[in-house]
């Protein structure tokens, strides 16, 4: 197993491959619409980003033979689904938070009405990258993307998952359902980016099934160990303001089991996820050490 | 030509159609997500709508021998879109409307994180639709309508007008371009609509043609009644406040062409639109009418 640098200089090489391709894809629209929309839109994505969903849609078509050039716009359509949820999750009206990756959101380098329409475009230049030919030759792949895509990010999803968090937030519950809520408001995400690639990789049944397993518990550790960093990291470093969920009596995994037993948990989807890669052999290196980042991260 | 009563009651039965198989979509998602989202999502779609988009998708597709059954997945899908832009820009900090069609908007009848989250999953919800095998059992039509959606909705189409309408409103510009902005605002989903009908009965390129020089005018034609209507209409008999754009001083088809230029104008796009039906003699009656209704239309 390559040491952790090894992986983070793949996750920025992927990453920065993602970033040239967004701007060019944001690029391609100037003087086409409201340039003050566009400016927006630039402004929540050109943010320099870990670039996390997309780098797993890659990964995955990845161990089925896909190029990542043949995966990259895919990879973008998901980002921009993840970057207008942060935008519309950082209004005031939501989770007000003025500061992301230590830059205004956009509602505060903009404005408020502003940060509403960026969101709402970037959703839907997520599915018409999804839609167009460029993305794939093959309508019927096109097709089941936007399926997967678009069932992980609505009502059922994400936007549900934000909804009974804020519901939780509002009533200070601490005996909600954590898992639930953050298995849609962040976990569908993550398992859409997986089975994504999957689908880019035409996957066999059982390989999609063992992806699914892999990619819950890759989500759910994501969300766990964001709550431990809550906890026991400071802001510099995380980029957002830390200490936020427990001062807002927040449900979250360290508050209902305790930082040992987030812990403990977080190790335990290390575990399963792993299992579930068996399958893979050498080809799931590089998802395997996405699991290890997602354990030990700092940030 | 029959009398306009009897185009009045076309429109009804299939917003009726409509109507119910919205609330089918929306019923299947009850238990498997936010309860409250769901509500929301309900409050504004159910509401009564003329449902004039999907109108316009079916009777475009019934000029090809498409069935309205076989539409109305389409249908349905450009109704979400219109219901979410509805939704957002009612919002304190948009257009800032408590009324809808005489109901409280959703922000007021729910919250304003409620009403961002309702119409970003409203958003989903279309294109989730479009992408589903049960829309249409062509992935390849399924990837046309998502295009034909999405590239209509977003920067380039009805958020960028929105944007660009906004930011006319706050310079107080009497001199902006309001065919221009009224062209993406509104007309983008009006064109939209037609072209999926089109897609949906494989229209030749000549007829697709036609249908969009039918479906500008038409836009245009919804949009100048629409600033009418602000200056001579009532409150109670179109449903939401009048006098606002005047109010404003916002730059409407009234008050840069005077209320007379304003109906002249009106009378130009109705003869444009009628003379791009002709090749489709009399099986476009239902669609001459609805330009007829438009230029005539009270609310």
Do not use: W
């Not at 431990?228 to 089991?257: E, M, P, R, Y």
Request: charged share 20%; aromatic share 4%.
């Amino acid at each position: 197993m390559p040491a952790p640098s090894d992986f983070t200089r793949t996750l920025a090489q992927l990453a920065s491959k993602v970033e040239v391709r967004l701007a060019a894809q944001l690029d391609a629209c100037a003087g086409r619409g409201a340039d003050r929309l566009l400016a927006a839109m630039r402004h929540a994505v050109l943010n320099g980003g870990k670039r996390f969903r997309p780098f797993l849609v890659i990964e995955t078509a990845a161990l089925f033979g896909v190029t990542s050039e043949a995966a990259l716009e895919a990879a973008t359509a998901i980002e921009y689904v993840h970057c207008y949820s942060l935008v519309h999750d950082d209004l005031p009206s939501m989770d007000d938070d003025d500061l992301r990756r230590g830059q205004p959101t956009v509602h505060v380098a903009f404005d408020e009405a502003t940060a509403v329409l960026a969101g709402d475009a970037l959703q839907t230049m997520a599915f018409e990258v999804l839609a167009s030919v460029r993305n794939h030759d093959d309508p019927a792949v096109r097709a089941d993307l936007l399926l997967e895509l678009a069932t992980a990010s609505g009502l059922m999803g994400m936007a549900g998952g934000q909804m009974l968090d804020l519901e939780a937030e509002a009533a200070q519950a601490k005996d909600i359902d954590v898992q639930r809520v953050q298995s849609m408001k962040t976990g569908a995400l993550i398992k859409a980016a997986v089975a994504m690639g999957a689908i880019l990789g035409h996957a066999r049944q059982a390989e999609r099934d063992a992806l699914t397993i892999y990619s819950e518990n890759l989500g759910l550790a994501f969300q766990i160990s964001d709550d431990i960093l809550d906890v026991t990291g400071d802001a510099a470093t995380v980029g957002k303001a830390t200490g936020k969920d427990s001062g807002a009596n927040k449900a979250t995994f360290v508050s209902q089991l305790g930082l040992d037993g987030a812990r403990a948990k977080l190790h335990q989807t290390e575990n399963e996820a792993l299992a579930a890669l068996e399958q893979f052999g050498n080809r799931a290196g590089t998802l395997r050490n996405a699991m290890a980042f997602m354990s030990s991260r700092k940030s």
